[in-house]
C-alpha cells in the first residue's frame, strides 16, 4: 500500500496535468473566438438571427391582421344568423297566433 506522501504526489501530478489541460482548452477557445470574429462569422450570424426575428413579427402581424379579419367575418355572419333567426321566431309567432286566432273565432260562433 502507497504512503499518505505518495499518494498526495500523485494528486498533485494529476491537479498539475489538469491545470495544464484547462490552459490548453482556454488558449484554444481564445484562439477559435478570435478566428470567428475575424471571419466576421459572428457578425454574420447575428445578421441573420435579425432578419429571421424581423420575418417573424412579419408574420406575427400578418397572421393577427389574419385572425382580426375572420373575426370581422364571423361577427358578419353571426348578425345574418342573428336576423334570420328572429324573422324566423316572428314567423312562428305570427302563425301561432294566426292559428289561435282561428280557433277562438271559431269557439266563439
Known amino acids: 500500500m502507497a504512503t499518505l506522501e505518495e499518494r498526495v504526489a500523485v494528486v498533485e501530478t494529476q491537479s498539475d496535468a489538469h491545470a495544464r489541460a484547462i490552459e490548453g482548452l482556454r488558449a484554444e477557445l481564445a484562439a477559435v473566438r478570435s478566428e470567428m470574429a ?19 413579427m412579419a408574420g406575427d402581424a400578418a397572421l393577427r391582421a389574419e385572425i382580426t379579419e375572420l373575426r370581422a367575418d364571423m361577427n358578419r355572419r353571426f348578425d345574418v344568423m342573428d336576423q ?10 305570427a302563425t301561432l297566433l294566426a292559428v289561435v286566432g282561428v280557433l277562438a273565432g271559431a269557439l266563439y260562433r
Open 84 to 93: 334570420k333567426f328572429l324573422w324566423l321566431a316572428g314567423t312562428q309567432v
Open 38 to 56: 475575424t471571419r466576421n462569422d459572428i457578425a454574420a450570424l447575428r445578421a441573420e438571427m435579425a432578419d429571421l426575428r424581423r420575418d417573424m
